[in-house]
């Protein structure tokens, strides 16, 4: 069986560790490479996380390349400590690893390695798009030489009982593609095979204390630092999550490991092809992904976007996943 072989764009962040944890404990799933950007914390803060936790892991051979530090129009303010801590690792201090990014920049990196294998790279970011949104821009024939592009983003209000990111002005936004409209955009316009992974979807997916214990005591040492860097986050959202209905799953988001999980196996998600375009102007939706299902001639749908998902079975894989790294 061929594995999917895929290029990371992360901004590390916790959920981020748990995609690239679940992407190299998963048989079917080569990680080829890892670009970072800012988001969930400083670019750098990206950069060094991302290159402890492969060397965690054992694969610091796979190459990391630094990439964008704030958004096309607007400077970078970190507003998420209180969600992934000071820098991004849930406040845990990961060993400095020998290893150090290389000196491609991460844009360069897509570009060339799209090229270098066309039809055979699946491209996940789970982070900002201004990576790619740059890529895309100055070389927009990649677009096309990516096999898939499945971002983590988007919120259309699928599901009524998730209100979506809170501290935001726009209501149905998520933090990735509302940190970077304007690159968002050029992604979705780019004529790439796009798949989105919404927060609407994955802000339901919640990893409980007894599958953490579960990993704890049957992985080796990479999934018990998981567990001790997911911990502050899974707080977080324990206490954010009190405004919720009672019968809601409780515990730590699931958001970028489930793009990943889709990018390998998309039938654990149920599909619908829209016509996806982003706000960049409303004073309470800049930002949202504006979805059209009307049957316009030379409007067809652009993207995908997943509106169920095989809960059970991917938190199953994951814990499984993790545990075997």
């Known amino acids: 069986m061929s594995r999917t072989r895929i290029i990371l764009d992360v901004d ?7 995609a690239i944890l ?19 914390t400083e670019v750098e803060n990206a950069t060094a996380n991302t290159l402890a ?63 270098e294998n066309p039809g055979e790279i699946t491209l996940v970011p789970v982070s900002p798009l201004t990576n790619i949104g740059l890529a895309f821009a100055k070389d927009p024939s990649i677009a096309k030489l ?19 990111i809170m501290g935001v ?18 992604v979705m316009n780019s004529g790439a095979n796009i798949t989105l992974v919404g927060v609407d979807v994955t802000g339901m997916v919640r990893l409980n204390r007894d599958r953490m ?47 990943v999980a889709v990018a390998e196996d998309p039938t654990l998600a149920t599909m619908e092809a829209i016509r996806g375009d982003i706000e960049l102007q409303g004073e309470f939706t800049r930002g949202q992904l504006v979805a059209d299902r009307r049957p316009i001639p030379g409007q067809e749908p652009n993207v995908r976007i997943c509106s169920d998902f095989k809960v059970d079975e991917f938190l199953n894989r994951f814990c499984e996943a993790v545990a075997k790294v």
């Open 146 to 164: 990516f096999k898939d592009v499945v971002i983590m983003g988007s919120n259309v209000g699928l599901n009524p009982e998730f209100a979506g």
């Open 53 to 115: 936790l492969l060397h965690l892991c054992g694969h610091g051979d796979i190459p990391v390349a630094q990439g964008v530090g704030r958004s096309l129009l607007r400077p970078y303010v970190n507003r998420t400590r209180h969600i992934h801590g000071d820098t991004g690792s849930g406040n845990i201090n990961l060993p400095v690893p020998p290893t150090r990014a290389v000196k491609e920049h991460a844009v360069d990196l897509i570009i060339r390695m799209a090229h």
């Open 22 to 40: 679940y992407a190299l404990g998963r048989p079917g799933i080569e990680l080829e490479a890892c670009t970072t950007v800012f988001g969930n």
């Open 12 to 18: 590390t962040g916790v959920d981020d560790a748990m």
């Open 169 to 186: 002005k726009s209501r149905l936004v998520d933090a990735n593609i509302h940190n970077d409209p304007e690159a968002a955009s050029i």
């Open 213 to 259: 214990n579960w990993i704890t005591e049957n992985g080796d040492q990479p999934a018990k630092t998981l567990v001790e860097i997911i911990e502050f986050y899974y707080n977080f959202y324990l206490d954010n999550d009190k405004h919720r209905a009672s019968h809601l799953p409780r515990g730590a988001g699931m958001h970028d490991p489930m793009a």
